[in-house]
């Protein structure tokens, strides 16, 4: 007789915004019963996957099931690094940067029966300050549109794109140094990302050439354009050509510092939060177990 994983779910019922009440029934329907004894906790705030997530891994649960969008992965994720347990993904969210990457099936049924095959895989991750990320993160524009944006109640892509266009026209690139592995670069920006995957979510690639398996993260400096080519930025994001074009600059590095004008907005994982003039980031590689299809 083998022993059956202790596995919990721990779902926000808001992510993406669709109603997520069905999920357990979904999971109970198609999980592994076999292997797992399975358990259900639903999020109530922000911060509070986190709290579920380090007192289910003080119990006995060997595998954590963030259902949710990228802050819901983060929180849960960063338990199940501290307690060294196994990471499992439902996207949920809008986005999904990081279980696109992983080929985690958006489909809920698909990505339970991949669950149920339960083949793990380490990948890197990487601290941004002092919180953990899994995906990007980054400062500049598409962090100042962050912290707007969550201000701003109407959620979903459409009201990112609208809320963009209108911030946009009064952003102004900055002035940064940064420092990756010992080498200085002077750069005015209009956003850096730090990429750990490739794409911010809903196949927008900033960083096609990024792996969470090299130990390496991409720094990906977008320059400074005139709004004319606005379009054309997100024509190259979509096509996954950043790496060749002018507007984007990537350079790989493992421990990479920060220096900009001011204290401001950052965004990490998706989530908005304000920090200091310096940023240091770096990266712990293969130190997340994670199940993948």
Do not use: W
Not at 69 to 77: C, K, P, R, Y
Not at 86 to 100: D, E, M
């Amino acid at each position: 007789m083998h022993t059956k994983h202790n596995i919990l779910f721990i779902i926000n019922p808001i992510s993406g915004g669709k109603g997520k009440l069905r999920i357990p029934d979904f999971i109970d329907k198609y999980l592994d019963k076999e292997k797992f004894n399975a358990n259900f906790v639903f999020t109530e705030y922000i911060g509070h996957a986190a709290e579920l997530a380090d007192e289910a891994a003080n119990k006995n649960f060997d595998i954590l099931i963030a259902a949710g969008g990228d802050g819901t992965i983060n929180e849960v994720a960063t338990k199940v690094l501290q307690h060294q347990k196994i990471l499992g993904i439902l996207p949920l969210g809008s986005g999904n940067g990081l279980a696109r990457f992983l080929q985690i099936p958006k489909n809920l049924r698909q990505a339970i029966l991949a669950i149920n095959r339960l083949k793990i895989d380490k990948i890197d991750t990487a601290t941004f300050n002092n919180k953990k990320f899994f995906n990007l993160a980054g400062i500049g524009f598409d962090a100042h549109l962050s912290s707007v944006f969550s201000n701003d109640k109407k959620r979903g892509l459409a009201g990112y794109v609208k809320l963009g266009l209108k911030e946009v026209f009064g952003y102004r690139a900055q002035k940064y140094i940064i420092d990756i592995d010992g080498i200085e670069y002077q750069r005015n920006a209009f956003a850096i990302s730090i990429a750990n995957s490739s794409q911010y979510g809903n196949d927008v690639f900033i960083a096609p050439g990024a792996s969470i398996k090299d130990g390496l993260l991409d720094v990906c400096i977008i320059k400074p354009f005139s709004l004319l080519k606005l379009p054309l930025l997100g024509y190259v994001m979509l096509k996954g050509t950043a790496e060749h074009s002018e507007m984007i600059e990537i350079i790989k590095g493992k421990q990479i510092k920060i220096l900009r004008e001011t204290d401001g907005a950052v965004h990490i994982d998706g989530e908005p939060l304000k920090m200091g003039k310096e940023i240091a980031v770096s990266v712990a590689p293969l130190s997340l177990s994670v199940v993948v299809p």
